[in-house]
């Protein structure tokens, strides 16, 4: 069953909502919501401005959410730090 954690990411240097899908082996997707249009790679930082280091697996796509995306095979220890903790 997959797991949800919020998490804090930052996209045109704007704080973002977001969740992370764990998926199988470590790896799932980020969700994220950008009023600003489709996001860029250059446009994503995690919580503490360091860029996505991103390859070509990461995709990028829309979902029929409104102004919703994904990163697509994004490994949990890479946002590791971005979780937001519910208290």
Known sequence: ??????????????????????GQAGKGHIVMISAKGKPTTSMLK????RYFD????????KIKV????????????DIENDVVEQG
């Not at 991103?54 to 796509?61: C, G, Q, S, V």
């Not at 409104?66 to 220890?77: C, E, L, P, T, V």
Request: hydrophobic residues 45%.
């Open 1 to 22: 069953m997959a797991q949800f954690r919020q998490i804090s990411i930052k996209i045109a240097d704007d704080d973002a909502h977001a969740v992370f899908v764990e």
């Open 54 to 61: 991103l390859a070509d697996e990461n995709t990028i796509e």
């Open 66 to 77: 409104q102004d919703a995306y994904r990163i697509n095979n994004i490994k949990y220890a």
């Open 46 to 49: 995690h919580s503490d401005a």
